[in-house]
């Protein structure tokens, strides 16, 4: 049987609506939509559910709502007996990970990633910034062009090697995409997104995350195979803290993460949580992978049809 990489979902991939089908179809989903309720004391089916949009984009809503639908995806895989042989999440997706892979429980799991959501928030409204996709550049010329940029600004997501995220001070992010324009990207794109993510400007809130964690309790990593952001390298557990709160104010290394499970013999790639974002990343940094997007009803009974 060919081994498997679950890989877990971010920001950004959200959307009103999403699980309804399975609250609807499974009762593990059931459960663990009425526990999150409890967990983070407030209506979380609802703003899922029904919206509106703009209430779940919200930060300190989007990244609990994000991680109980990707945790809610693999349980139903798991009990149909579909296991992941490596574990990565993109962002959020790594509490995700973590989360699903018995390392953090589900209750100590949403509660930190709440906690995470509200401190990026707030050190967020401190400054001004934002977020930019470069399309058609590769990653050398995406980091020269920050450089030249002036300001804070940082590759903040090596999506693929011809998608790079960059992350900083507003003024420095437009002057990046004008920069990326004259050097012929393909495109740039300016992010709906609530602060300047994985960048220096979220630096002084690590203190503040370094608590949080402190408060949960995070089981022996052992034989399991989860990778970092940071390093694109298996996590330990002596440095597991000390990478989460560097995470947040570094670069996601998404393209080498990819590419160092393919390297250890993963064939199958199973994105879980909401959306199709990772997948079509998949295809952009090694095709030759069987990639699924496992986030409704239909992707996963397909799932379930093709690698039970």
């Known amino acids: 049987m060919s081994k498997k990489a679950f890989l877990f979902s971010g920001q950004g991939a959200q959307f009103v609506g999403m699980g309804k089908d399975l609250y609807d179809n499974f009762d593990i989903a059931k459960k663990y939509f009425d ?15 029904e919206g509106p949009e703009e209430t779940l984009k919200k930060t300190e809503n989007t ?27 993109f962002s959020l997706g790594e ?6 892979a018995g390392i953090l429980s589900f209750e100590d799991g ?17 400054v001004d910034g934002a977020m930019a996709a470069i399309i058609g550049l590769e990653p050398e010329q995406v980091e020269e062009i920050c450089k030249k940029a002036g300001g804070t600004i940082v590759p903040a997501n090596y999506n693929s090697p011809s998608q790079t995220v960059v992350s900083g001070e507003r003024a420095a992010v437009e002057k990046a995409c ?10 740039t794109v300016m992010l709906n997104v609530s602060g300047p993510f994985h960048s220096p400007l979220l630096e002084p809130a690590a203190d503040k995350l370094r608590a949080a964690l402190d408060t949960v ?14 390093t694109a390298d298996y996590h330990s557990d002596a440095a597991l803290k000390d990478m989460l709160v560097k995470q947040m104010y570094s670069p996601v290394r998404w393209t080498k993460t990819i590419e160092k499970l393919a390297a ?18 998949m295809k952009q940094i090694d095709r030759s ?9 239909d992707a996963i009974n397909k799932i379930i049809a093709e690698q039970k």
């Open 95 to 100: 509490y995700s990970a973590l989360t699903a």
């Open 178 to 187: 004008a920069l990326a324009d004259e050097a012929e990207a393909m495109k």
């Open 35 to 49: 526990e999150a309720e409890n967990i983070l004391n407030k209506p979380i089916k609802k703003i899922i559910f």
């Open 63 to 89: 990244q609990p709502a994000v991680m109980l639908m990707s945790y809610i995806a693999y349980k139903i895989l798991e009990s149909e007996g579909i296991t992941a042989d490596a574990f990565a999440g």
């Open 110 to 126: 949403m509660n930190i990633i709440k906690q995470r959501g509200l401190i990026m928030d707030e050190q967020s409204r401190k």
């Open 264 to 281: 250890d013999g993963c064939e199958v790639f199973i994105e879980v949580g909401p959306g199709k974002t990772l997948t079509g990343l």
């Open 289 to 297: 992978k069987k990639a699924y997007a496992g986030g409704t009803l």
């Open 217 to 230: 309790k995070f089981n022996p990593i052992g034989s399991v195979k989860i990778l970092s952001n940071v």
